[in-house]
């Protein structure tokens, strides 16, 4: 038997999610189990141990969108006992049995191995989140960054906190918006150059096009901010658009793709090529600070889940959380 945080649903279709001990048994099929050490808080996650969101399928369910750990036991050659492997994306957690659990069983084709420079904890630190912020970030590069600050939105949370921190690792300016203005001095910690009050960013205006300021974009919010930004980035600029926290609409023109030539990159981390998922730990492993990283870690245990869920679903939650699922 071993710990694993159950969300089920009564009849009048609530959920409520507890620590509870399951046996091997009923873990879903699948070619590895792994020995879960490390989890994380995710926005999704947040949903999935609450209300579901449309995510969960079917209950009892065990969230938990990424983990890291170790294989315990395997019936592909690509892994073996003692491997360290990470998972994020292919929609475990949501519609798979998840990493809020001592053991979880998945296919092998969604494991990645652990990069070297990388442990269980600091991948976790990472999490889906900081898998996208890289994605993100390469996606820009490939592009080809502008000279000029890089803007970062929603600079406080999971995604933008890594960002910020990748991006000056590899010497850009980040310009990093944030709502909460007590996160200032964190923001700075993670090689922030600039700070940019949500407000300032927020309004809608009429002008499709305003002087040309960044040099490049992660943006987490989407919806106004995202178009009001578009009409400010530099020509040939490029915005990485990885959420929707302001938003899934955009009330924007085309004109600053047809007269700055600015592109709009979508970034999907769940449904990656194996390839890439690879390349994106590599790079991680790399151009991330492990001291960068540490700063951003708030330790959580799985008896935290319930109420850690319910505060990423109000933006409450600044930085990493770690969960030691053995806790």
Request: a negative charge; aromatic letters at 6%.
């Amino acid at each position: 038997m071993f710990k694993a945080l159950v969300v089920e649903k009564n009849d009048e279709g609530k959920t409520s999610a507890a620590v509870q001990e399951i046996g091997l048994d009923q873990l879903p099929e699948g070619d590895v189990t792994v020995a879960v050490e490390y989890s994380t808080v995710n926005y999704k996650d947040g949903l999935c141990i609450g209300p579901g969101g449309g995510l969960v399928r079917n209950y009892p369910h065990v969230p938990g969108i990424d983990f890291a750990g170790t294989v315990e036991a395997s019936d592909d050659a690509r892994y073996k006992p003692g491997d360290k492997v990470v998972l994020t994306g292919w929609r475990v957690g949501e519609v798979h049995w998840g990493g809020y659990a001592q053991k979880a069983r998945v296919k092998a084709d969604w494991l990645v191995p652990l990069p070297d420079g990388l442990d269980a904890r600091h991948a976790m630190a990472v999490g889906t989140a900081g898998f996208t912020a890289m994605l993100a970030v390469m996606a820009l590069e490939d592009q080809g960054i502008k000279d000029g600050p890089v803007l970062v939105t929603g600079a406080a949370g999971g995604v933008g906190s890594v960002a910020t921190a990748i991006l000056s690792k590899l010497g850009h300016q980040v310009a990093a918006v944030t709502g909460r203005p007590e996160t200032a001095d964190y923001l700075i910690s993670l090689g922030a150059t600039q700070i940019v009050a949500r407000e300032e960013i927020n309004e809608t205006t009429k002008r499709p096009l305003e002087a040309e300021t960044w040099g490049g974009c992660v943006d987490a919010v989407g919806g106004e901010m995202l178009a009001r930004l578009l009409g400010q980035m530099q020509y040939g600029a490029s915005v990485a658009a990885v959420g929707l926290a302001g938003g899934a609409g955009l009330p924007a023109t085309v004109i600053p793709f047809l007269l700055r030539g600015v592109n709009l990159l979508g970034i999907d981390s769940v449904m990656q090529p194996y390839e890439n998922r690879v390349r994106a730990w590599e790079r991680i492993a790399q151009d991330l600070l492990m001291d960068k990283l540490d700063a951003m870690i708030h330790p959580a245990t799985l008896e935290d889940l319930p109420e850690l869920g319910r505060g990423i679903l109000k933006g409450q939650v600044k930085g990493r959380v770690v969960v030691d699922v053995n806790a």
